[in-house]
């Protein structure tokens, strides 16, 4: 049995939904459907989630939210319209579940946005269950609640509870039926609206493949493979036939956009492999995610990814390694402002702490420099707000000696400082830090390198 998740490019318009059924019929192990908002169907175009969320701060305001609640009701009716489906009564049903999320008592700001947000979802989901019966494919629309899926957490940021793998366990459903649920959108156990983080239909798909023990989750988007580069920087770079989980996990965490680095998670805890796929090519191979011992690797670099969201604090101080509970006592002031650390590479006097600076403001960075200067007495201390990280990962690495020097040779030669190169505990990857304005072309030069 197969889990498919379907991204918001797939579902944006009645040609695109068009394509994902034809993707959904051509093969009968496809039994779980996981489905996003409809997403942007040209580049100034607007997603369905970014509409509701406009809807939502309307609400909040107090303002007249009928034209926006009638341009978001607009995009399924869209849909619909593709497959004479104008005056079914799905279209009625969706517009009054529009009309009753502003008619709701929330908690919370958080809640309501949740609520709003997911609908996206939701009401997508129920429009393609509907489009397949009109079809004459049977199928049904299924809430997460339904399938034992239960959270907690932030309203917006959500995290399985445990036990839902175990309800998942037991549950019934009808083999010869399609379950179309939503992605992105759960429930908690007082059954109010929560929705998951970043790649919330990626996190969806991941959990049910895993609770109701799919033998693959294949997840389609709008590229034939997951490439070795980033195709805006590097021309028609190679893709990827097969890598593994902490490939993929690397990778997407240092910029890789095909998933947020948390979302496949949960498949990888069950082992189950991921096939990336092309809704606009499904016959391509895709790219394969597999258990780590899957590959032996016959290159010693799988991927290079890249990332401009960081910032690094920067600390001198003799003999900061003579020091019992020097870090920790930097880490008790970063956890006082909330703020968590990416990475802490060290030498015996000196230490670079990086960031993802969307944790970070003026008033936030000021105080720790304070706190620090108080409680640590550092000789020198610099934000460098100016950083970029590249990361070059492959399981090929750790058996190929020289990668590294070949890279930094490159660089060299191209004039590219390094302030920056941290070896991974795994030895499978190695992070450089360079300054935003030479990422793209140090770029460049190790994919030049190592392929």
Same mark, same amino acid.
């Not at 957490?153 to 399985?160: D, E, F, K, M, T």
């Not at 290079?304 to 390694?321: E, G, K, P, S, V």
């Not at 880490?331 to 968590?340: E, F, G, K, M, P």
């Given at each position: 049995?197969?889990?498919?998740?379907?991204?918001?490019?797939?579902?944006?318009?009645?040609?695109?939904?068009?394509?994902?059924?034809?993707?959904?019929?051509?093969?009968?192990?496809?039994?779980?459907?996981?489905?996003s908002?409809?997403?942007?169907?040209?580049?100034?175009? $607007?997603?369905? #989630?970014?509409?509701?969320?406009?809807?939502a701060?309307?609400?909040?305001?107090? *303002?007249? %939210?009928?034209? &926006? =609640?009638?341009t978001?009701?607009?995009?399924?009716?869209?849909?619909?319209?593709?497959?004479?489906?104008?005056?079914?009564?799905?279209?009625?049903?969706?517009?009054?579940?529009?009309?009753?999320?502003?008619?709701v008592?929330?908690?919370?700001?958080?809640?309501?946005?949740?609520?709003?947000?997911?609908?996206?979802?939701?009401?997508?989901?129920?429009?393609?269950?509907?489009?397949?019966?009109?079809?004459?494919?049977?199928?049904?629309?299924?809430?997460p609640?339904?399938?034992?899926?239960?959270?907690?957490?932030?309203?917006?940021?959500?995290?399985?509870?445990?036990?839902?793998?175990?309800?998942?366990?037991?549950?019934?459903?009808?083999?010869?039926?399609?379950?179309?649920?939503?992605?992105? $959108?759960?429930? #908690?156990?007082?059954?109010?609206a929560?929705?998951?983080?970043?790649?919330?239909? *990626?996190? %969806?798909?991941? &959990? =049910?493949a895993?609770?109701?023990?799919?033998?693959?989750?294949?997840?389609?988007?709008d590229?034939?493979?997951?490439?070795?580069?980033?195709?805006?920087?590097?021309?028609?770079?190679?893709s990827?036939?097969?890598?593994?989980?902490?490939?993929?996990?690397?990778?997407?965490?240092?910029?890789?956009?095909?998933?947020?680095?948390?979302?496949?998670?949960?498949?990888?805890?069950?082992?189950?492999?991921?096939?990336?796929?092309?809704?606009?090519?499904?016959?391509?191979?895709?790219?394969?995610?597999?258990?780590?011992?899957?590959?032996?690797?016959?290159?010693?670099v799988?991927?290079?990814?890249?990332?401009?969201?960081?910032?690094?604090?920067?600390?001198?101080?003799?003999?900061?390694?003579?020091?019992?509970?020097? #870090?920790?006592?930097?880490?008790?002031?970063?956890?006082?402002?909330?703020?968590?650390?990416?990475?802490?590479?060290?030498?015996?006097?000196?230490?670079t702490?990086?960031?993802?600076?969307?944790?970070?403001?003026?008033?936030?960075?000021?105080?720790?420099?304070?706190?620090?200067?108080?409680?640590?007495?550092?000789?020198?201390?610099?934000?460098?707000?100016?950083?970029?990280?590249?990361?070059?990962?492959?399981?090929?690495?750790?058996?190929?000696?020289?990668?590294?020097?070949?890279?930094?040779?490159a660089?060299?030669?191209?004039?590219?400082?390094?302030?920056?190169?941290?070896?991974?505990?795994?030895?499978?990857?190695?992070?450089?830090?360079?300054?935003?304005?030479?990422?793209?072309?140090?770029?460049?030069?190790?994919?030049?390198?190592?392929?």
């Amino acid at each position: 049995m197969k889990v498919v998740k379907f991204g918001g490019s797939s579902l944006a318009t009645g040609a695109q939904v068009q394509k994902v059924l034809n993707i959904i019929q051509a093969d009968n192990d496809r039994r779980i459907v996981v489905v996003s908002a409809p997403g942007k169907r040209f580049t100034d175009d $607007i997603k369905v #989630t970014d509409l509701l969320k406009t809807y939502a701060d309307q609400t909040i305001a107090g *303002d007249d %939210t009928i034209d &926006i =609640l009638l341009t978001i009701l607009a995009r399924y009716q869209d849909i619909a319209q593709y497959f004479g489906l104008e005056k079914n009564k799905i279209i009625p049903q969706i517009k009054q579940q529009l009309i009753q999320l502003n008619h709701v008592h929330y908690p919370s700001f958080d809640h309501l946005y949740a609520a709003f947000m997911g609908h996206g979802e939701l009401l997508n989901a129920q429009l393609i269950a509907c489009i397949l019966q009109t079809i004459g494919q049977p199928a049904t629309f299924v809430s997460p609640m339904d399938l034992g899926m239960t959270v907690s957490g932030s309203p917006r940021a959500a995290r399985l509870d445990p036990a839902s793998y175990e309800r998942m366990h037991h549950v019934q459903y009808d083999a010869n039926k399609l379950l179309i649920v939503p992605g992105f $959108i759960a429930y #908690t156990n007082d059954g109010y609206a929560a929705t998951f983080s970043r790649g919330g239909s *990626d996190i %969806t798909g991941a &959990i =049910l493949a895993r609770g109701l023990h799919a033998d693959l989750y294949e997840n389609f988007t709008d590229v034939s493979a997951i490439y070795t580069v980033n195709p805006g920087i590097v021309a028609n770079p190679k893709s990827i036939e097969k890598m593994t989980y902490r490939e993929m996990r690397e990778l997407s965490y240092a910029g890789f956009a095909v998933f947020h680095d948390e979302a496949i998670i949960p498949v990888i805890e069950a082992n189950i492999p991921i096939n990336v796929k092309n809704t606009n090519d499904p016959e391509a191979p895709g790219t394969m995610i597999v258990p780590n011992q899957a590959i032996t690797p016959t290159l010693p670099v799988t991927g290079i990814a890249n990332d401009d969201r960081f910032a690094a604090l920067y600390l001198h101080r003799y003999l900061l390694n003579r020091e019992v509970g020097f #870090t920790l006592k930097i880490l008790q002031i970063l956890a006082s402002y909330n703020v968590s650390y990416e990475h802490m590479p060290s030498g015996i006097d000196d230490m670079t702490i990086i960031f993802d600076k969307s944790q970070l403001t003026p008033t936030i960075k000021a105080h720790i420099s304070h706190d620090l200067y108080q409680t640590i007495a550092p000789d020198d201390l610099e934000w460098l707000d100016d950083y970029a990280i590249i990361m070059i990962v492959g399981e090929g690495m750790q058996k190929n000696i020289g990668t590294l020097n070949k890279i930094t040779a490159a660089l060299a030669k191209d004039n590219i400082n390094l302030p920056m190169v941290n070896q991974g505990a795994s030895q499978i990857s190695t992070m450089l830090g360079v300054p935003v304005d030479q990422m793209d072309e140090a770029v460049k030069v190790i994919y030049e390198a190592v392929f």
